[in-house]
Nanobody, 128 residues
């Protein structure tokens, strides 16, 4: 069974940092592009960042550029989302997803498309 498990969500004050992890089981992440998405209260799903299977290509939503960094450790079968300078508007449930097609994940940042594997999410709350 293909599974992704997110972790690292927490309560943090504005300006703080968190690192989210997305760990795969049942398959090897090295063949898959990974995307992070979030769903905030009263908002629709938003694409946050994506990374290609090699790690050589990344994309970010304008709202997180310069603050968030996506990376991957294929040896650990894990992807990471480093989030710095967090703002209250970053509060959301964060999900990772995997697909062998990098362009498909890129398109999913701004449209509702099918991706092969989704995690269950981890909650980030940014508040003073």
């Amino acid at each position: 069974q293909l599974q992704l498990v997110e972790s690292g969500g927490d309560f943090v004050q504005p300006g703080g940092s968190l690192r989210l992890s997305c760990t795969a089981s049942g398959f090897s992440l090295e063949d898959y592009a990974i995307g992070w998405f979030r769903h905030g209260p009263g908002k629709g799903r938003e694409g946050v960042s994506v990374i290609s299977s090699s790690g050589g290509s990344t994309k970010y939503a304008d709202s997180v550029k310069g603050r968030f960094t996506i990376s991957r450790d294929n040896g650990k079968n894990t992807d990471y989302l480093q989030m710095n300078s967090l703002k209250p508007e970053d509060s959301a449930a964060y999900y990772c997803a995997a697909d062998k097609d990098f362009q498909e994940i890129v398109l999913t940042m701004t449209s509702n498309r099918y991706l092969e594997v989704w995690g269950q999410g981890t909650v980030v709350t940014v508040s003073s």
